[in-house]
């Protein structure tokens, strides 16, 4: 199982890492706490999928001050 370690411990004697509530239940080490783990790096970089410019979505936004969306909503309700 690949983890990413963001660890700023342990802080427990004779403890490498602290995993997280996901990681140790899918090696199966919720009942004992502590367990022997094999800690390496791992060279390969995966990239997230970056989309290209071209098919990025194009979004439009109006930006109004709430004042001025309380007038606009009370002129609708006369």
């Known amino acids: 199982m690949d983890v990413k370690v963001t660890d700023r411990g342990p ?3 004779g403890r490498v890492i602290d995993l997280s509530y996901a990681a140790a ?3 199966g080490m919720l009942a004992q706490g502590v367990a022997m783990v ?3 790096p791992v060279t390969e970089k995966i990239v997230p ?3 290209e410019e071209d098919d990025m979505p194009e979004f439009e936004f109006e930006f109004v001050k709430p004042d001025e ?3 606009a ?3 609708e309700m006369k």
Do not use: C, N
């Open 11 to 13: 802080y427990g004697r």
């Open 38 to 40: 094999e800690v390496k």
């Open 49 to 51: 999928y970056r989309m």
């Open 73 to 75: 909503e009370r002129e």
């Open 25 to 27: 239940k899918a090696i």
């Open 69 to 71: 969306y309380k007038v």
